[in-house]
């Protein structure tokens, strides 16, 4: 009798413990202890095609009508169809308690056949693994993507707005240097040329006043090394350049060079833009309207228009006479001279045109000066650098003295230039260092970027496209970076909108997955007479 109540109590204690089942293993458990056949695909594959054909004709109803719409179709949703499907089709219920309603019909048969071998389970939890394997794991994901997208989208717009003010702040920083407004950059630059006639006259204004400046500097040197005084020419060596342009101005390298003042300057013509120069693809030069032709270099031949054959070798002056009639009365003699007529006087005031300059003069006495030497001593390199050097020179001297003057322990230095000229004894610090900062001021004009630019401008009608190509570069890419910027923009709000639609499909199959989990736990819980029934595993953290 003990033994009969013990084996009641173990019975009723096993009845009262869980079954715990991994969510995963769910259908090999399922298949294990024969609930379900192990071909219960096939039986659901039938399943579908009826209810397929069940939904197409369905009642207005608005539960009905929730739970076909876009939601996979399983047992426990049959199970709720047909409980409406009592209220709709209650008029359709005989006296036997059937239905004549097809509609029922149909959905009561769907039902059989999901309960028949429990493929109703089968397929439940085929689509619960499925749901917290797959599915909710790749909504995730998604809405993970989304928010990296916007994260990386958010950041490059910031850095795209920085880089785009810094380079749109280095090309009004340019602009400002070049002293142009960055509205037309390349005419912009070219008008600047007719500024540097002006910017000549100043600088040379500023050298001419610093004669108080290389006076005292060539005392000083004189009076330390006094070997200079010996020669006059030796005495005149210390910034020679500077010298010249406060007796001259800015001349031109040829006065500089020979000393002499020349009568006719031919500057070059000044490069306008690129397009400047005109060359030919046959290496000839366009000179304007008049075209002269040279042909037959080898024989030292020039075809002035149309010349006959029997003109070849020489020069068709019109005529066919040996008398050349130049006007009044002129002529050549036999031996080749021009008779000028008159009194026969050989000098006449010569008119030239030498390009597309008029000359006016004796025709042999005149300097006519071009090229390199009719350029100015602030347009050539060479005497630029040499003025550039002259300055530092003395920049280097006026400081290394302002240093000396401050200095109030050396000695030495007081007692040696106790005998010094008046000039230099009379200089204090102050003085010095107005010269030091006049010097300074003039370096810095020359050494500017804006005076850089203007000297390679003037030479190069190259430089204008490269300077200018590469100011607008800049502005290029500030205008593409506040592109991009848009382009994060829309790109952020796409995947903001994208991310918005996916969390409600997520929480909506969170939501389905657990409601699948507590009817296939109550499913299973009726087998073993209403034990309790715990699936496990990743499920319940979905």
């Not at 340019?174 to 600047?192: A, R, T, Y």
């Not at 042909?295 to 050349?324: L, P, Q, Y």
């Not at 009817?519 to 073993?528: D, P, R, T």
Request: glycine share 6%; net charge negative; aromatic share 6%.
């Amino acid at each position: 009798m003990q033994k009969q109540d013990d084996s009641k109590g173990n019975a009723i204690e096993a009845e009262l413990l869980p079954i715990d089942i991994y969510y995963n293993k769910l259908l090999d458990w399922l298949l294990d202890r024969r609930h379900c056949d192990v071909k219960w695909q096939t039986a659901v594959l039938e399943i579908r095609e009826k209810i397929n054909a069940a939904i197409q004709d369905m009642p207005p109803v608005d539960e009905i009508s929730q739970l076909l719409s876009g939601t996979y179709i399983n047992y426990f949703h049959c199970i709720r169809i047909v409980e409406l499907l009592k209220v709709s089709e209650s008029a359709t219920k005989n006296i036997f308690g059937g239905y004549s309603s097809k509609r029922m019909k149909d959905w009561q048969e769907i039902v059989k056949l999901y309960e028949k071998d429990n493929v109703n389970l089968a397929e439940a939890a085929h689509l619960l693994i499925r749901n917290v394997n797959y599915e909710i794991p790749s909504l995730k994901r998604q809405i993970g993507k989304c928010q990296q997208t916007q994260r990386e989208c958010t950041r490059k717009e910031s850095e795209y707005a920085s880089n785009a003010a810094l380079f749109k702040e280095k090309y009004q920083s340019v602009c400002k240097q070049m002293s142009i407004k960055g509205d037309n950059v390349k005419s912009e630059l070219l008008s600047l040329l007719d500024e540097l006639p002006e910017i000549y006259k100043g600088i040379t204004a500023a050298v001419s006043s610093l004669k108080n400046t290389t006076h005292f500097y060539e005392t000083f040197v004189n009076f330390l090394v006094p070997s200079y005084n010996s020669n006059k020419e030796t005495s005149q060596l210390t910034t020679p350049l500077i010298r010249h342009i406060q007796q001259h101005g800015n001349s031109t390298v040829y006065q500089w060079r020979t000393g002499k003042t020349p009568s006719v300057v031919v500057p070059d013509r000044r490069p306008e833009s690129s397009s400047a120069e005109v060359k030919k693809d046959d290496g000839e030069i366009d000179w304007g309207n008049e075209t002269i032709s040279v042909t037959n270099v080898g024989s030292d031949n020039v075809d002035w228009g149309e010349v006959g054959e029997e003109d070849i070798g020489g020069i068709d002056w019109g005529d066919s006479g040996d008398t050349i009639d130049w006007g009044d009365g002129g002529q050549t003699n036999d031996d080749g001279d021009i008779d000028w007529g008159g009194d026969g006087a050989a000098e006449k005031e010569l008119t030239s045109n030498i390009g597309g300059i008029t000359l006016e003069g004796s025709g042999q006495d005149d300097e006519v000066v071009s090229g390199a030497d009719a350029e100015t001593l602030l347009d050539t390199t060479q005497t630029r650098n040499m003025l550039i050097d002259e300055l530092l020179e003395l920049q280097g001297f006026l400081r290394q003295r302002m240093m000396e003057m401050k200095s109030d322990s050396d000695v030495l230095s007081a007692n040696q230039f106790q005998s010094a000229p008046q000039l230099i004894q009379m200089q204090s610090v102050e003085s010095v260092q107005a010269m030091e900062s006049a010097v300074t001021d003039i370096l810095s004009t020359i050494t500017s970027m804006k005076m850089h630019n203007l000297f390679l401008l003037k030479t190069s009608p190259r430089y204008l496209d490269r300077l200018a190509d590469s100011l607008q570069q800049k502005l290029k890419v500030s205008e593409k970076l506040v592109a991009s910027i848009k382009t994060m923009a829309d790109k952020r709000q796409a995947a903001s909108t994208e991310q918005q639609d996916l969390e409600p499909k997520l929480e909506v199959i969170r939501m389905k997955t657990k409601e699948l989990q507590v009817q296939i736990a109550q499913e299973i819980s009726k087998k073993y007479k209403n034990r309790p029934v715990n699936i496990m595993g990743e499920i319940n953290t979905v």
